[in-house]
């Protein structure tokens, strides 16, 4: 098959979704990988150290697009590259449709095959998102550790605090891969951590990773409580292929003290928060009532060379899979395909677009 690795070309994206020791191992196995010029230069990967694992290099979009049947990249089609999709490419990439129904729409009219990271699954695993969302969480503590400073617009707080200074408050809603990140990087810091979960294995995790650490049930009056009093919040609640519940309020938001922190890391699927916009790391952060906000959709865009290895060596065995014939019995795919020639195939991608409309 004809594997094409396009440049990311969203806002500050520097990852790349194949390094290029994985695709040694799809040369190897007979198919030809062509990727587009300087696409793995933000990560480290020099266009050289592809063409050394024997990869064609070509020299802009269109002709990788021209050239190649199945295009694996990072994150959704956007502008010029939704023009250059063609009905017989099979895309394989994060897609957040669910959030995204202008994007479903284009999608569906160029008719093409579409199998989104976010929702290859594994029994209950989601083994493509689990390193993003690793990352994710680790980062929105360290985010979110720098937002309080005041001259970023925080309240001028050690988040974890120090000998006779009391220690910072976050709160994570959710402890799936994401919030279980958050929560472990936040309680490492000293930090006083409360975690919102309504699944009681994960709450029992939770519970053991620190005295410093309190997991409860999402009661809304605890909820309401909890998040007055932060100085962080985190929001971390996916549920697959659907649009993100909105747990959070403006009222909420609106009760968290001047300097307060909001961390979305869910705004991909739409968002938990309420007072939640998508924003880029250009301009990464936005006021709302004196309440900073950060809901960047490529997060772990800004940690490319961790990201695009950590990537990378989860989607290698998927990439091989779907250069085969009768990919669609494989469970894992099958459950990430979320269009078919055209056709919107994945239940909670159908309910979430019907909703929208």
Same mark, same amino acid.
């Given at each position: 098959?004809?594997? !094409?690795?396009?440049?990311?070309?969203?806002?500050?994206?520097?990852?790349?979704?194949?390094?290029?020791?994985?695709?040694?191992?799809?040369?190897?196995?007979?198919?030809?990988?062509?990727?587009?010029?300087?696409?793995?230069?933000?990560?480290?990967?020099?266009?050289?150290?592809?063409?050394?694992?024997?990869?064609?290099?070509?020299?802009?979009?269109?002709?990788?697009?021209?050239?190649?049947?199945?295009?694996?990249?990072?994150?959704?089609?956007? !502008?010029?590259?939704?023009?250059?999709?063609?009905?017989?490419?099979?895309?394989?990439?994060?897609?957040?449709?669910?959030?995204?129904?202008?994007?479903?729409?284009?999608?569906?009219?160029?008719?093409?095959?579409?199998?989104?990271?976010?929702?290859?699954?594994?029994?209950?695993? &989601?083994?493509?998102?689990?390193?993003?969302?690793?990352?994710?969480?680790?980062?929105?503590?360290?985010?979110?550790?720098?937002?309080?400073?005041?001259?970023?617009?925080?309240?001028?707080?050690?988040?974890?605090?120090?000998?006779?200074?009391?220690?910072?408050?976050?709160?994570?809603?959710? @402890? /799936?891969?994401?919030?279980?990140?958050?929560?472990?990087?936040?309680? @490492?810091?000293?930090?006083?951590?409360?975690?919102?979960?309504?699944?009681?294995?994960?709450?029992?995790?939770?519970?053991? &990773? /620190?005295?410093?650490?309190?997991?409860?049930?999402?009661?809304?009056?605890?909820?309401?409580?909890?998040?007055?009093?932060?100085?962080?919040?985190? /929001?971390?609640?996916?549920?697959?292929?659907?649009?993100?519940?909105?747990?959070?309020?403006?009222?909420?938001?609106?009760?968290?003290?001047?300097?307060?922190?909001?961390?979305?890391?869910?705004?991909?699927?739409?968002?938990?928060?309420?007072?939640?916009?998508?924003?880029?790391?250009?301009?990464?952060?936005?006021?709302?009532?004196?309440?900073?906000?950060?809901?960047?959709?490529?997060?772990?865009?800004?940690?490319?060379?961790?990201?695009?290895?950590?990537?990378?060596?989860?989607?290698?065995?998927?990439?091989?899979?779907?250069?085969?014939?009768?990919?669609?019995?494989?469970?894992?795919?099958? @459950?990430?395909?979320?269009?078919?020639?055209?056709?919107?195939?994945?239940?909670?991608?159908?309910?979430?677009?019907? @909703?929208?409309?």
């Amino acid at each position: 098959m004809r594997i !094409g690795i396009p440049r990311e070309i969203k806002t500050l994206e520097g990852r790349v979704a194949l390094v290029p020791e994985a695709t040694v191992e799809l040369v190897q196995q007979g198919h030809e990988v062509f990727i587009e010029r300087a696409a793995g230069d933000p990560s480290g990967y020099p266009d050289a150290a592809y063409q050394a694992a024997g990869v064609t290099l070509l020299p802009d979009a269109r002709s990788l697009y021209d050239t190649v049947e199945l295009i694996v990249k990072v994150k959704e089609p956007i !502008g010029p590259e939704l023009e250059l999709l063609r009905a017989d490419h099979l895309l394989f990439s994060f897609l957040h449709l669910a959030a995204e129904p202008k994007l479903a729409q284009c999608l569906m009219e160029i008719g093409l095959t579409a199998v989104a990271f976010e929702t290859v699954a594994v029994g209950d695993e &989601l083994p493509l998102l689990i390193p993003m969302s690793d990352i994710a969480g680790r980062l929105s503590i360290q985010v979110g550790a720098t937002l309080l400073h005041r001259s970023q617009g925080g309240k001028g707080l050690l988040l974890g605090g120090l000998p006779g200074v009391s220690r910072g408050r976050v709160v994570v809603l959710g @402890a /799936g891969t994401a919030g279980r990140s958050a929560v472990a990087v936040a309680a @490492a810091l000293g930090s006083e951590v409360i975690v919102f979960e309504r699944r009681r294995d994960r709450l029992a995790q939770m519970y053991h &990773l /620190g005295q410093n650490v309190t997991a409860l049930y999402p009661y809304q009056e605890k909820l309401k409580e909890a998040i007055a009093d932060a100085d962080l919040l985190i /929001g971390a609640v996916l549920q697959a292929g659907a649009r993100t519940p909105r747990l959070v309020s403006a009222e909420m938001v609106r009760n968290m003290r001047p300097g307060s922190i909001v961390v979305d890391i869910s705004v991909d699927q739409g968002g938990c928060i309420e007072t939640t916009r998508p924003t880029t790391y250009i301009e990464p952060t936005y006021m709302w009532e004196e309440v900073v906000h950060f809901a960047v959709t490529n997060m772990p865009g800004a940690v490319p060379r961790s990201a695009s290895q950590a990537l990378s060596s989860a989607l290698l065995p998927y990439v091989l899979i779907l250069s085969q014939k009768g990919w669609e019995n494989h469970p894992a795919l099958a @459950a990430g395909i979320n269009i078919k020639a055209g056709v919107v195939v994945h239940a909670a991608v159908q309910e979430s677009l019907a @909703a929208s409309t």
